[in-house]
């Protein structure tokens, strides 16, 4: 399976935040990848600079947009809540 954009990481992203806890987006990497059936070696794939896997990267700006859009919000670095 390819990985998916950060869109389709989104919704699971927003569910995964769904409890109120705070999380950090380090650990929400494991079950996304896990949902979307991912394995180790399309998990570790890197951007073509090299410098973070292509996963990671798509999980983070699925975060930032979901902050943009107000549903969750940055509670320290790296971390985030439901809003």
């Known amino acids: 399976m390819a ?23 380090a650990e929400s990497r494991s079950p996304l990848g896990d949902q979307f059936g991912l394995t180790d070696d399309e998990r570790a794939e890197l951007l073509p600079s090299g410098q973070q896997s292509r996963f990671n990267n ?3 700006w699925a975060k930032v947009y979901l902050e943009r859009a107000g549903l969750v919000a940055k509670t320290r670095r790296g971390h985030f809540k439901i809003t």
């Open 3 to 25: 990985i998916p954009d950060f869109q389709s990481m989104m919704l699971p992203l927003l569910r995964f935040a769904a409890d109120g806890a705070e999380h950090s987006v």
């Open 58 to 60: 798509r999980v983070a």
